[in-house]
């Protein structure tokens, strides 16, 4: 039954996985043109090279940023968690469902003295940070492009609107008080506090740092957009232009699907640029996203053979665990 669970799972990442890259093809207009990319790997190599650098160094920054969100007791390595993440980023690429921050905080776990469930609370504060620097970024662009030029209608958004959205972390920790509350077994009311616990670990005396960090790591994401899209002639976007493919693509990529994303990325992506009114743009989208796919994959599976704690048969059983509880 776990296993067919799982099945389940991959099969719809893999419907949509599909879906989006025939849709993405289909739109495309016959213009995939590889052998021209290719080409212009090799020419400017050296914008792909300052690329894949900067995307090492926002791991190491997310790997100091991660460590400001456990509590100040535990004794944590940074090194480990830069493994630990790009061991995440791999399992995402290669695995038709994303289990990447299940798998690594299994391994962060054997590393410390935390629970798993402790460790995905940490990893709940993470996307939220995420979350809400991507909104910043939206706000930015919104505020620059106008809601006119995006075609973003307002009219819902009214005082009950906005006391509603103010609500839903009010009814999130409501909700988790009521869970605790529940006759739920004393491993389940465990698991529950713990994963609270990690989410609310995060160091507020080191806010600022994190706030740094988090702004870097997002600056460095929109910057890649720009050193990419320098490699096209065709291409003159701003970097405001970037930021909203950033933007738009982050979104989708919450998607709940496998193999880095792949399809949903490049119709989003798709969408934007042809909002811009730029043409000839599939070679450019196909590299913005294989850029991070490679890196994130080979470096992933480094560490992923690497690292002592791991092997397939340990996250076969780990992860039919998991979806069990």
């Not at 798709?270 to 994959?297: A, C, E, P, R, V």
């Given at each position: 039954?776990?296993?067919?669970?799982?099945?389940?799972?991959?099969?719809?990442?893999?419907?949509?996985?599909?879906?989006?890259?025939?849709?993405?093809?289909?739109?495309?207009?016959?213009?995939?043109?590889?052998?021209?990319?290719?080409?212009?790997?090799?020419?400017?190599?050296?914008?792909?090279?300052?690329?894949?650098?900067?995307?090492?160094?926002?791991?190491?920054?997310?790997?100091?940023?991660?460590?400001?969100?456990?509590?100040?007791?535990?004794?944590?390595?940074?090194?480990?968690?830069?493994?630990?993440?790009?061991?995440?980023?791999?399992?995402?690429?290669?695995?038709?469902?994303?289990?990447?921050?299940?798998?690594?905080?299994?391994?962060?776990?054997?590393?410390?003295?935390?629970?798993?469930?402790?460790?995905?609370?940490?990893?709940?504060?993470?996307?939220?940070?995420?979350?809400?620097?991507?909104?910043?970024?939206?706000?930015?662009?919104?505020?620059?492009?106008?809601?006119?030029?995006?075609?973003?209608?307002?009219?819902?958004?009214?005082?009950?609107?906005?006391?509603?959205l103010l609500g839903i972390p009010i009814l999130g920790y409501l909700l988790y008080r009521l869970?605790?509350?529940?006759?739920?077994?004393?491993?389940?009311?465990?698991?529950?506090?713990?994963?609270?616990?990690?989410?609310?670990?995060?160091?507020?005396?080191?806010?600022?740092?994190?706030?740094?960090?988090?702004?870097?790591?997002?600056?460095?994401?929109?910057?890649?957009?720009?050193?990419?899209?320098?490699?096209?002639?065709?291409?003159?976007?701003?970097?405001?232009?970037?930021?909203?493919?950033?933007?738009?693509?982050?979104?989708?990529?919450?998607?709940?699907?496998?193999?880095?994303?792949?399809?949903?990325?490049?119709?989003?992506?798709?969408?934007?640029?042809?909002?811009?009114?730029?043409?000839?743009?599939?070679?450019?989208?196909?590299?913005?996203?294989?850029?991070?796919?490679?890196?994130?994959?080979?470096?992933?599976?480094?560490?992923?053979?690497?690292?002592?704690?791991?092997?397939?048969?340990?996250?076969?059983?780990?992860?039919?665990?998991?979806?069990?509880?």
């Open positions: 039954m776990k296993t067919i669970k799982i099945i389940i799972h991959s099969l719809i990442s893999l419907m949509i996985t599909i879906s989006s890259i025939l849709f993405f093809i289909n739109n495309s207009g016959g213009e995939l043109t590889f052998n021209e990319l290719i080409s212009l790997i090799f020419t400017k190599w050296y914008y792909l090279f300052f690329a894949c650098l900067l995307l090492i160094i926002s791991v190491y920054l997310r790997a100091h940023r991660w460590k400001y969100l456990f509590n100040s007791n535990t004794e944590l390595k940074v090194q480990s968690l830069f493994q630990s993440q790009f061991i995440g980023y791999f399992i995402n690429c290669v695995s038709p469902i994303r289990i990447g921050d299940i798998i690594r905080s299994y391994v962060v776990a054997k590393n410390t003295n935390k629970k798993t469930s402790y460790i995905i609370g940490t990893i709940a504060m993470e996307r939220f940070l995420d979350t809400i620097t991507i909104l910043f970024g939206g706000l930015i662009v919104l505020f620059y492009y106008g809601t006119d030029y995006l075609e973003i209608k307002l009219q819902f958004i009214s005082i009950p609107f906005l006391l509603c869970l605790l509350k529940l006759s739920f077994p004393n491993s389940i009311n465990n698991i529950f506090k713990n994963i609270w616990d990690g989410f609310s670990a995060i160091q507020f005396n080191h806010k600022t740092a994190i706030i740094l960090y988090s702004i870097l790591i997002w600056s460095i994401y929109c910057i890649n957009v720009y050193l990419i899209q320098s490699m096209f002639i065709q291409f003159q976007l701003s970097i405001f232009d970037c930021l909203l493919i950033l933007v738009t693509s982050s979104f989708m990529l919450m998607i709940p699907v496998g193999f880095g994303g792949l399809g949903v990325f490049h119709i989003g992506v798709q969408g934007i640029l042809n909002k811009l009114g730029i043409q000839d743009y599939n070679n450019f989208i196909i590299l913005l996203h294989l850029y991070s796919l490679i890196m994130y994959t080979l470096y992933g599976a480094y560490f992923f053979f690497t690292e002592k704690t791991l092997n397939l048969k340990t996250l076969y059983s780990y992860l039919v665990g998991h979806q069990s509880n």
